[in-house]
């Protein structure tokens, strides 16, 4: 346990002072020494650990489940989660940073991080969430919102005194959170706006969109209000944005450095941590931590690249992985980095150019509908068509995930296009993003090495 | 007889809309779910369309080059409808106001907006239907398409024009349900198969043509109810929608000895069990009665809870002993409501049966058999 | 299989024969049925009544009355099992649940779209690893370290179980993770039906001990197997014909429909 904690970036001391605590939260989801033991295979195998900034992303994340686990006996008297609600970081944040008592998690992540990509056992909190609604089969039910569901029917984490959603990405949570509402009695608040924006006004049709979320928002932190009891004002927003600056940075600066380096100077699988890190309520004391770990990473980064250090050949193809790493589960980044591909982004950090400059922290927070993947069809294509340009790929890899209605339904004119503007090949690669036994090695392997003969580099 | 009258009218129909094109009249497509007020495309001097062809497997298939499999296959009939361009009614439309509902549906507005060769307006639904500014964005958005509907067509849409349509609609909504209510103590006098044929006509013929063929059914029917000794046990059937073309569940019903009295469905009786308020600030009387006074869809939030007692309640009014539960595979809300549903209907001893389909014909054994031991469960089988 | 049983008015199995169908098979009930009759004696006018049921009810001609195999399993299971209130029947093809109260069908869960889970699923896996179907169940309970097999596919899992053979994963351990990923996937289908621990496991795949035991691991209780888990629907069948049978006496009534006679199904010529 202790080697495993320091794989996971904690010091001596504080290994000392939390190793009971951490002891009985992992006892709790049920944690084996066997477990612990294919946790330490796993980080070696599939995570750069040797980087510093790398271990203390792993840190915060096992704080975090930690946390979560064992909130209620810890003393949090409000308990409010989050799942699928993008801005729910900063207001969460917020809770938290005012009171010591109110315990604000964004669910999911983290313990898909640890129980999922660490110790490769998110299965049985899934297969928790089949046996409710969200059953396994054809429907295609997404396992981010399984995870979810499967963490709170399992009780593996305590029952909150609130559940937070958005339908702006996903109608499958709102849903879910409903019927946890009738069936289980936990009040439910969600956020939406309109997706109803046209290619020919896309401008204003955002600025619709995004007024109609800040109002939206706006009603959920009063419903917060009531149950926390204290008021959430623009203030205290304000400061953990302004805070957040400093993480907004740094990840953005370690993502810069790896589309911008030849060779690809860490292994594609890490990039989960950065999109997990950004997710995390942290408290304004605690943010600091977070700005640490990318400012260490990318530090170590940088010094990998002055030395012209890669995890994969230089002169690799490099591709966009559309979507997010795998959120559970590493083996395919993995495999397309041991096969020699370079994944230099994904679509993740692309967005519509909007200037919307404001003092409201609602608008501002809302602004997250000028991503790609709030984006509708006609506008999308050609914002990762420019993305693709812009990077210079050799390839795109569409791991469309499946269970997501919202994105998966671009993927096949998404090809289409990009072959046709482009001219270069897109690997369609049907995907479920949040469950390990979507993985057929045999079958990807396959397919991806036949995707990396249809690259060809293009003379410098 | 009537069925006569309105078989003829459907078989000219798409003739009879490409003459009036030639004179200048346009016709505007929309999608079931009832969410798009066709008042506000009927006094704009358009035809409005309600596009709900489905139940046939092929057209579902062909769109799998546009869309994944996950999509529900009523959102991918439709692309396969157009892409096929054997349906006319999907290539004369010049326009689709679409309804901004489910993921599927709103997939397939985008699609056919990047295709580029269509006229497209999305009109948003707030899925929050109870919410205060909601309704204000829905009913300025109603405002909204009243512009461009002017603008599209040419003509202007004044308040007089929509005050008629109201009227209009509302008569064939309060025919639908007088219909419904005949179902109640006769159910041999209509069957299911026949009344979703009726309601689905409505959404192709002509609007004042259908309300006159409605009235003449009502009257002939209303003079023949009498109550029914229930020898077929008496069937609910619940779910997203039964498409124009996909009767399977409805036909096996009949044959394995049910009668489906009443149905639930999307473009069922949420749209026809309550009329639009015709006075004051029209567009907001339309926002209102599509958007709120309504019983929600199950995309929309809060709604598992108010859709259960709206059920609950047909099944007390129309003396139903099981329920069926009709979703189409991949329709990830009703999916997950399924679940509560049966809790609910299983706490209060009501069978239910809850099948699948994505319109493929091996499909027809497996339901067979499930319809067949339902209803062997509600009736006895000594 | 085509399973005939002959019951008398005392519920007392007077025959029973079970009889791979086959394609040519399926038009010759009439010939498993003259079998039936021998075994008990009986001219097939001494017969009371008919009932037809399962995938091919159509076929028999002869039958008084069709009912679903679900109905009849139901009631076939609770003349084992008064108490059963969960039948998990898992045949050649399908698998399905049973909600039974007082031998009674109350609910029901069919999986039968495709053959992962089924009988044909371990029939392909058996064969895969080079061993009998009926060896499966034996060989599985040495195992002390079941793999996990993360395919839900039959084809994908046929090659997980190749793959982890050649590398060498002891034969025990990948039958008894085969039988587990079945154990799990039946349960979770089951769960919305349960309502207590009186379960009863049948089925051609219910011979399979290994199959069993997963079962219970997976459902966290005991399960009642029937000794003969192939009739449990043709007993049942029986046992409503008994009771349709008495109920038209009581009510002066005839249960056959038209004349009856012991053909072939004559739709197939």
Not at chain 1, 393 to 411: E, K, N, P, T
């Amino acid at each position: 346990m202790i080697e495993l904690l320091e794989l996971c970036g904690f010091e001596k001391q504080e290994i000392e002072a939390e190793l009971p605590r951490i002891e009985k939260a992992f006892n709790r989801l049920g944690i084996t020494t066997e477990d612990i033991e294919r946790g330490k295979q796993r980080l070696n195998k599939y995570y750069d650990v040797e980087l510093k900034g790398i271990r203390k992303v792993f840190r915060l994340c096992v704080r975090e489940v930690v946390s979560a686990v064992l909130a209620r006996e810890e003393g949090k008297k409000k308990i409010i989660y989050g799942f699928m609600a993008p801005g729910w970081e900063i207001i969460g944040s917020a809770l938290v940073s005012k009171s010591s008592e109110v315990y604000a998690a964004n669910l999911s992540w983290a313990f898909q991080v640890v129980l999922g990509c660490v110790f490769g056992k998110i299965v049985p909190i899934l297969e928790a969430a089949e046996k409710k609604w969200l059953k396994a089969g054809v429907v295609t039910h997404c396992a981010n919102v399984k995870t979810f569901l499967g963490l709170i029917v399992s009780e593996s984490v305590p029952r909150p005194d609130m559940l937070i959603t958005s339908g702006s990405l996903c109608e499958t949570a709102p849903k879910t959170l409903d019927l946890l509402h009738e069936l289980y009695g936990i009040p439910v608040c969600c956020y939406d706006t309109c997706q109803d924006r046209e290619l020919s006004d896309y401008l204003d049709g955002t600025k619709r969109a995004i007024d109609m979320s800040a109002k939206s928002l706006r009603r959920l932190t009063e419903r917060i209000q009531e149950v926390v009891g204290f008021e959430i004002t623009n203030d205290m927003l304000r400061e953990v944005m302004d805070a957040r600056g400093g993480l907004d940075r740094g990840i953005r600066n370690i993502r810069r450095l790896i589309e911008n380096s030849d060779p690809l100077p860490i292994r594609a699988a890490n990039d989960n941590l950065w999109t997990i890190l950004n997710m995390l309520t942290l408290s304004i004391d605690d943010l600091p931590d977070a700005i640490d770990a990318t400012n260490t990473a990318y530090a170590e980064l940088q010094e990998r690249v002055d030395k012209g250090l890669g995890v994969v050949e230089k002169g690799a193809p490099r591709i966009l992985a559309m979507l997010f790493a795998q959120h559970a589960d590493p083996r395919l980044e993995h495999l397309a980095g041991e096969l020699g591909i370079a994944i230099v982004a994904s679509d993740i950090g692309l967005a519509v150019p909007y200037d919307g400059a404001t003092e409201d922290p609602y608008v501002e927070i809302s602004m997250y509908l000028r991503g790609s993947l709030s984006t509708s069809l006609p506008r999308r294509i050609p914002l990762i068509v420019e993305g693709c340009k812009r990077l210079k790929v050799d390839g795109v890899l569409d791991r469309f995930h499946a269970g997501c209605r919202f994105v998966s339904g671009d993927a096949p004119l998404l090809k289409d296009a990009i072959e046709k503007e482009i001219g270069i090949p897109v690997l369609l690669l049907e995907w479920e993003n949040f469950d390990p036994r979507i993985y057929k090695h045999e079958e990807y392997k396959r397919r991806l090495e036949v995707f990396k003969t249809m690259m060809v580099k293009k003379p410098a | 007889m009537e069925e006569n009258r309105l078989a003829a009218h459907l078989r000219d129909r798409p003739a009879q809309l490409a003459e009036a094109k030639k004179d200048g009249v346009k016709i505007i497509g929309t999608f079931p779910g009832n969410y798009v007020p066709e008042e506000i495309i009927y006094a704009s001097g358009a035809v409005p369309l309600c596009l709900t062809h489905g139940g046939n497997p092929h057209p579902a298939d062909a769109a799998l080059s546009v869309l994944p499999h996950v999509f529900c296959p009523f959102a991918r009939a439709q692309i396969g409808e157009r892409l096929l361009k054997e349906n006319p009614y999907y290539s004369m439309i010049d326009m689709l106001v679409a309804p901004i509902t489910c993921q599927h549906l709103k997939k397939v507005a985008e699609v056919w907006e990047y295709d580029g060769d269509l006229e497209i307006f999305k009109l948003g639904i707030p899925h929050k239907f109870d919410g205060d500014f909601e309704l204000e964005y829905f009913t300025d958005r109603l405002r909204v398409l009243k512009d461009r509907l002017q603008a599209f067509t040419g003509n202007e849409i004044t308040d007089e024009k929509i005050a008629g349509a109201i009227a209009l609609y509302n008569r064939m909504r309060e025919l639908l349900k007088n219909i419904s209510l005949i179902r109640r103590t006769s159910p041999s006098l209509v069957s299911a198969l026949d009344f979703v044929k009726l309601n689905h006509a409505s959404f192709y013929a002509d609007p004042d043509f259908m309300v006159d063929v409605l009235d003449s059914i009502y009257q002939e029917l209303k003079d023949k109810q009498q109550e029914s000794k229930a020898d077929s046990p008496r069937l609910m059937l619940l779910g997203p929608n039964i498409s124009y073309g996909d009767y399977t569940v409805l036909e096996l019903v009949k044959t394995a000895g049910g009668e489906i009295v009443i149905e639930e469905i999307c473009e069922g009786i949420r749209y026809y069990w309550h009329t639009i308020e015709n006075k004051g600030d029209l567009y907001q009387s339309l926002a209102r009665g599509y958007l709120v006074d309504r019983v929600p869809c199950a995309f929309m939030r809060d709604s598992a809870k108010k859709r259960l007692d709206f059920a609950l309640k047909l099944v007390k009014d129309f003396n139903v002993s099981g329920v069926i539960w009709y979703e189409l595979l991949c329709c990830e809300t009703y999916d997950s409501e399924s679940y509560y549903f049966a809790h609910e209907m299983s706490e209060r001893n009501i069978p239910m049966l809850i099948l699948e389909s994505d319109y493929g014909t091996a499909d027809t054994g497996q339901l067979k058999t499930r319809i067949e031991a339902f209803i062997e469960i509600v009736k006895g089988v000594t | 299989m085509t399973k005939v049983v002959i019951l008398d008015s005392d519920e007392k199995i007077l025959a029973s024969v079970i009889n791979h169908t086959g394609a040519e098979h399926r038009r010759l009930a009439n010939k498993v049925m003259e079998e039936a009759l021998e075994q008990a004696g009986l001219s097939f006018d001494e017969i009371s009544c008919v009932i037809a049921t399962g995938y091919g009810r159509i076929t028999v001609p002869f039958a008084d009355r069709q009912i679903t195999e679900l109905t009849c399993h139901a009631r076939g299971v609770s003349s084992f099992f008064p108490d059963v209130t969960l039948a998990i029947d898992i045949g050649g093809q399908d698998v399905k649940g049973l909600k039974i109260k007082d031998g009674r069908l109350l609910d029901f869960t069919i999986s039968d779209k495709c053959a992962a889970g089924t009988g044909r699923f371990l029939e392909i896996i058996a064969d895969a690893l080079g061993i009998k179907l009926e060896d499966l169940g034996d060989i599985s309970l040495k195992s002390s370290n079941k793999v996990s097999i993360s395919s839900t596919c039959t084809v994908f899992a046929r090659q997980e179980v190749i793959s982890r053979l050649s590398e060498g994963t002891p034969l025990e351990d990948i039958v008894a993770g085969i039988h587990d990923a079945i154990a799990s996937r039946v349960a979770r289908m089951v769960e919305r039906l349960r309502v207590g621990p009186d379960i009863l496991f049948t089925g051609g795949v219910a011979k399979n001990i290994g199959v069993v035991r997963a079962l219970e691991a997976n459902l966290g209780c005991e399960v009642l197997v029937p000794e003969e888990p192939l009739l449990s629907g043709a007993i049942g069948a029986a046992l409503l014909g008994k009771e349709i049978t008495l109920k038209a006496l009581a009510n002066g009534e005839s249960i056959r429909k038209g004349e009856r006679r012991l053909d072939e199904a004559t739709f197939f010529k």
